[in-house]
């Protein structure tokens, strides 16, 4: 059960989650990123328009695929893999997995989704890639290389730091992108490779979100319960 004080504090993220896409957003559009020629492969997955739905997939539905993808076993990749292979596979890596998190959600309507490159804390060597969706209870972090099901995600500057986001086409860069230029220094950066973890254990509930550890809050899925995204 959740507590009163927990209660509360979803009451005022509901009651503040009405502004336009992104409006919080730290990023503006940009013509390219240091990533688009290693993306082409996916790219399709990226722009393709939803067949399956038109008003987005419950939170329930989401959570379903993170768990599905959680569990999936981790490989890396060089190559950005397309939907198909991850999912024929059944293998993949932080980049195979979030993209195929997202083509399940937009091909079912989902809307205001973008995949992200980044770092899952600002200290590591390595770059991510995960999912954001931006709903009416604020943007929803979907990471199903590391967390189990969605998470409201918090401002906080150490984790989850994006560089560069992808939205049906469009592609933006973020302020702390800065960080992102002098890693890159000039080069083309290497395909994101975070994630390398041992088999995954499932938690005893399947909606416990370990997204607590980074800051980062687990949804109660009745706020969604029948309810299209935005």
Known sequence: MISLLKKAFWLLIVAGGG??????????EVASTPYDRQMERVEPALTA???????????????EWMIELRAMPYRYSREWQTPFEVEA???????????VLYDRMQSNGATNLRLVIGKRRASDSLTHAW?????????????????WNAAVKLKNRQTYV??????SGHKYQATTSLLAN??????????PAHGMITRPVRPASRYRSSGWTFDEGPIDPRFFANRPAL
């Open 19 to 28: 502004a336009s896409a992104f409006a919080q957003s730290t990023s503006f």
């Open 49 to 63: 328009p939803s067949i399956y739905g038109n008003y987005g997939p419950s939170l329930n539905v989401v959570n």
């Open 89 to 99: 596979a059944r293998v993949g890596d932080c980049k195979g997995k979030a993209v």
């Open 131 to 147: 999912v954001e969706w931006q709903t009416r209870i604020g943007t929803l972090l979907l990471d199903p290389t590391f967390n």
């Open 162 to 167: 994006a560089f560069y986001e992808y939205e």
């Open 182 to 191: 002098r890693s890159f220094a000039g080069r083309a950066p290497a395909a």
